[in-house]
Each structure stands twice: as C-alpha cells, then as structure tokens.
C-alpha cells in the first residue's frame, strides 16, 4: 500500500498527467524526452493504439518518468502493462476484475467515475483515488467539488475536456491531486516530429498548473 500511496505522492506533486497516445512507437524516446525537458517526467500512454506496448516499454526504460497505462479495460491488459513497466493502470470506468488485477501486480489503480455510486464501489475496493473521466461533460470541476462532500476522502484526476482554459478550476479544488490532459501532447504534432513544440507546451502547461 505504501508503494501506491508514494505515487499518489508524485501524481499530486506532478499535477500535471500527459495522455499519450502514439501511433508509431518510434516517437515514444523523442516524446519522452521532450516532456522531460519541459518539466513533466509523468506520462499516461493509453492502450489505443498498436504501438502502445512497445511505447511503454521504451519511455519505461528511461527510469526517470512516472508511467501510466492508459484505456485499459481487461486484466490480461493489466499484465501486459505492467510487465512492459508501467507503474499505474488507468481506465475509462470502473472495472472490478481490472482493480483487483492491479492490486494483485502491485500498481496503482486509477479507475474512471462519474457518479457517487461508482466512487463508493470504488471505496469498497480498496482505492482512494480515482479518475474523473469525462471530466468536461460530467459537470467539471462544480460536480467534483459537490462529491467531495460525501467523499472527504477520496481524490480525483479529472480527465477528458481539461486544457488551459479550466486547468486552474480543477486545480483550485483540495479534492483535485492531478489533471489529465492532451493538449501539451497533441497527436498532430506529435506525427510531425516537432518535439521541441512539445517541450514548449508541457513548459507553459507546467508553469500554468503552479500558477
């Protein structure tokens, strides 16, 4: 428990999550090092596409950034994330077999929630953070301050219509420990090769989440 109490730790200290999704796994090394240089070594690289397992493996073995799992809905995902080394598993919604999975490898489950339901069976497993996902057609940052009145307890990522605009809304919450987002890592810039757009974008998204 200790281990994934440490990378709630480093999310919350992060603030910042980077949804990552690569087509050739060829731009995986790059990428890394592009969000590293702009002052986010954290990535959640979601299983979207082909390419994301080797993705995984390659930003993993680097060993200076916080890597997630994205859009994993089935244990055998579970399995094949962390033994390509990713250190949490993140999905859409909350799936029972997929938490109990991670639990079992020893990761970070991030489930997707909407409602108090989801949140309390959430609870029931174990976790005390989830992921808030969409956040942007969920009510945003108003529905998770008012389920944190139920839920002192439990910290959110919200994900899912998070950019600039209300990145501070969010963030504002003490429910809130880190948002996920994809505009400092927009797949048209990423197939272009322009890295260095990259490091700029996650530099100004880093300095507008500690502003």
Do not use: C
């Amino acid at each position: 428990m200790s281990h994934t109490t440490d990378l709630l730790e480093q999310l919350g200290q992060a603030r910042l999550v980077p949804v990552v999704v690569l087509e050739d796994a060829v731009d995986a090394a790059p990428l890394a090092e592009a969000l590293v240089a702009g002052g986010l070594a954290v990535a959640e690289v979601t299983f979207r596409t082909e390419a994301a397992l080797a993705a995984i493996q390659t930003i993993a073995a680097r060993g200076d950034v916080l890597l997630g799992a994205g859009t994993v809905l089935r244990p055998d995902q579970v399995d094949a994330a962390v033994d390509a080394g990713a250190q949490y598993i993140v999905s859409p919604g909350l799936s029972e077999p997929v938490v109990r999975r991670a639990a079992e490898r020893g990761v970070l489950a991030l489930p997707g929630t909407v409602t108090a339901t989801e949140i309390q069976a959430a609870l029931e497993a174990g976790l005390r953070a989830v992921k808030y996902f969409p956040a942007g057609t969920s009510g945003g940052a108003p529905a998770i301050k008012a389920l944190s009145a139920p839920f002192p307890e439990v910290q959110f990522v919200p994900t899912g219509g998070v950019g600039p605009a209300n990145l501070g809304d969010y963030l504002s919450l003490p429910s809130v420990l880190a948002v996920g987002g994809s505009w400092m890592v927009p797949k048209d810039v990423i197939a272009a090769g322009d890295f260095e757009q990259i490091t700029a974008l996650t530099a100004e998204a880093v300095q507008l989440a500690a502003g």
